[in-house]
């Protein structure tokens, strides 16, 4: 068995505003922007529980994230901790959503959301996708990324996934949907072949 690890970006968190120069490249921390991995989907959990409690996005079982985390991408700060997430949710060979977009309330407007859905595009680029959509209450957010406004009803793999909620009783929040069609010009880089360590064998 090999894991591989598609990318891994670091860049600083946003310096408070009055900090000198010297003070906040001193200051900032470094955040990590990498592919998720089986111990990440405790706290990617813990994330899009917050949202979902809110309202602001479907929820999601440990089981289920665990399943899918090789699609999803986080931000860790220093100490490693998950701050950020997103997912690349597949419907095709050729379409996908971008969806469970969180950030940690403590990090948010430092850049950390957009820095993961911009991972998601990388991940989804990696993979041949052509197009990408997503959900979003806000207009802001998924505009500042390029992507242009559109209706749901060109995604009808969506609206028959929302259907099949609505009908199990999952109350479904209306919002705005945005598209982006992925540029052929980019080239993904390699993914790199990494070994697993030898399990160690028990006595018995």
């Given at each position: ?16 505003p009055g900090l000198s120069r010297k003070r906040a490249e001193a200051s900032a921390s470094q955040t990590t922007v990498r592919r998720a991995a089986r111990p990440d989907a405790g706290q990617i959990l813990k994330l899009v529980t917050e949202y ?153």
């Amino acid at each position: 068995m090999f894991r591989y690890t598609f990318f891994v970006h670091n860049f600083p968190t946003a310096a408070k505003p009055g900090l000198s120069r010297k003070r906040a490249e001193a200051s900032a921390s470094q955040t990590t922007v990498r592919r998720a991995a089986r111990p990440d989907a405790g706290q990617i959990l813990k994330l899009v529980t917050e949202y979902a409690g809110q309202g602001l996005m479907l929820s999601r079982t440990f089981d289920e994230i665990a399943a899918r985390i090789d699609s999803y991408v986080v931000a860790t700060d220093d100490a490693g901790r998950v701050i950020a997430c997103a997912a690349l949710e597949e419907y095709s060979p050729s379409l996908a959503e971008v969806s469970s977009v969180a950030v940690a309330a403590s990090h948010h407007g430092k850049g950390v959301g957009s820095q993961v859905v911009l991972g998601v595009e990388r991940l989804a680029r990696a993979r041949d996708i052509e197009e990408l959509f997503a959900m979003s209450l806000t207009d802001r957010f998924f505009l500042s990324l390029a992507y242009q406004p559109t209706t749901i009803s060109r995604y009808p793999e969506k609206l028959a996934r929302y259907d099949s909620l609505t009908k199990s009783g999952v109350e479904i929040v209306p919002k705005h949907c945005f598209q982006k069609v992925l540029g052929k010009s980019w080239s993904a880089p390699q993914l790199v072949e990494q070994k697993k360590p030898a399990r160690m064998k028990r006595a018995v």
